[in-house]
């Protein structure tokens, strides 16, 4: 699937030197269960290094930690918090690297509205392996499992069960 993902807004010139070669290696990077990172997306290039990992650095204070698929009412629900992801190409049914913080503030908007399932789309899916064990600094594991994409393969998820 082809986001069509305007790129110039992405370019971070900053991040071209120095900082691609300490961070985005995934034998460096470790997911929510300690094993290492596993590449999310190319198409759209996603992470905050635009190397397809949810990699999490010092630079990133967002803490772009968690691989997601986008759902279109996650992207109206952060567009209406100041994030319009939209003007960037983005679409429902793309992956992308959120901020932790802007995923648990979709959780707890579902969590208010009483468990109710037209708003439970507004918290994406998380791919567990793909998602950088930073995540956990501000949202549990147990909410992340609770959103899990269905039926990852269990082998990239070091055979657990999610």
Not at 28 to 35: A, I, P, T
Not at 111 to 137: I, Q
């Amino acid at each position: 699937m082809s986001c069509n993902l305007y790129q110039a807004n992405f370019n971070q010139p900053d991040f071209q030197t120095d900082t691609m070669s300490n961070f985005g290696k995934a034998h460096q990077s470790l997911n929510v269960f300690k094993k290492p990172l596993i590449l999310f997306s190319k198409d759209p290039m996603t992470g905050f290094y635009r190397n397809g990992y949810c990699d999490v650095g010092p630079e990133d204070k967002g803490n772009h930690a968690i691989a997601v698929t986008l759902t279109d009412s996650f992207l109206d629900f952060t567009a209406a918090n100041g994030n319009n992801l939209r003007s960037a190409g983005l679409t429902g049914g793309c992956k992308w690297c959120v901020c932790a913080g802007r995923w648990k503030e979709a959780l707890e908007h579902y969590k208010k509205s009483g468990d109710d399932a037209a708003t439970k789309s507004v918290v994406p899916k998380v791919h567990l392996a793909s998602t950088h064990e930073r995540a956990l600094d501000v949202v549990s594991m147990e909410d992340l499992k609770k959103f899990a994409a269905d039926r990852e393969v269990p082998k990239q998820l070091g055979d657990r069960e999610i």
